[in-house]
C-alpha cells in the first residue's frame, strides 16, 4: 500500500510540533532579551562620597543571609566569592585610600544571560539581570565570559556539582518598591537607587562638574554594553578602579548561540527521521493486516505449485 501524501504532511506535521518544543528550551536568552531595556532602575555609585564604611558590604550578607565577617582590612579585601556578593575594590592615592563598590553591574547586554544554557540567568522586566539559583547548571560558562569577573564557582566537596552566586540586585525588596540592601545602608548617598534615565543625568552632571578641576574623571555605565544598570561617577580612569575601559562581549557567546541552533537543528533532522521511520514501519505493519492479504499470499504459493 502507498503512503498517501495526506497521511505523509500529517505524520510530518507531529514530528515538526515535537521538535519546535524541543526549540523553545535552548531558546531562553533569546526569550529573555525582549524584556532586556536600558531603562528600569538602576544605582549609581559615586566613589567621591564613599568613605569605605563597608556598610554595603555588611548589609548585603546580612540581608542575603551570607556567612558575616569583621569589618574588612582595606590592604587586604575580600574579593568577590559565592559568600562574597558585595565588596569595595580599595585604591590608595598617596597616604589615602579611596573605593569603589564592587559586585554585578547588570549590563543591559549580559554576556552571562547569552550564553546561559538553562535560564538561570535572564532579564528582569525592570533592566537588571536577574538569577534563579534553582536553575544553575554550575557550567560556568557566566564566570568564563563575564567581562567583569563577577560570577563566582563553589563546588560541593562531596558531589563535586558546582554552583555560581552573585548579587541579585535584592530582586524582592525592588520588586515591593525598596531600595536593594546595600543602598539602603549605604551612610553617605554614595550609592544611590532611582529610575536610571534620572542618575544618568545626575552621573553626567556630576561627573562634568569634577572635570573642570580634574579632566580623568569619568562617567562610567551610561553606554557600556548597550548601559550598565549599575554605574559610577570616577574621579580617575576607570582602569584605576578596575574596570576595564572598553568591556565587550566575547565572539565566543555569539559562537556558542550559533551552536546551540545548529544543534537544534540537528536534533530536528533526527525527529523528523525517526518521524518517517514510524510512518513507513506504521503503513507496511497496517498493509500487512489488511483483509484478504493472507488470501492473496496463499493463492500466489498455491500457484506456483
Known sequence: MELSRRKFLKASACAAGAAGLLLLKPATSVLASDSQTREGMA???????????W??????????????????????????SPKVWTTLKPIKKGNEWHSRKQACNHCTDAACVAVCPTGALSYNHQGFVQYDKEKCSGCGYCAEFCPFGVPQMESNRLTGVAI???????????????????AEACPTGAIKFGQRSELVTEGR??????????????????????GLHVMYVLDDAPAVYGLPAEPEVAAATSVRDVLQWVGAGATVAVILGFGLNYIVAREAMMTSR????????KSKIEGKQ
Open 55 to 80: 556598610w554595603c558590604y555588611a548589609a548585603c550578607k546580612n540581608y542575603n543571609r551570607l556567612p558575616e565577617t569583621i569589618k574588612p582590612d582595606p590592604a587586604d579585601p575580600p574579593p568577590l
Open 290 to 297: 489488511l483483509p484478504g492479504k493472507e488470501y492473496m499470499r
Open 205 to 226: 552632571g556630576k561627573t562634568a562638574d569634577l572635570r573642570k578641576t580634574n579632566p580623568d574623571a569619568t562617567f562610567y555605565g551610561d553606554k557600556e554594553l548597550d
Open 164 to 182: 555560581m552566586n552573585k548579587c541579585t540586585f535584592c530582586q524582592d525588596r525592588v520588586a515591593n518598591g525598596e531600595q536593594p540592601a546595600c
Open 43 to 53: 544605582m549609581l555609585v559615586d566613589v567621591t562620597k564613599c568613605v569605605s564604611c
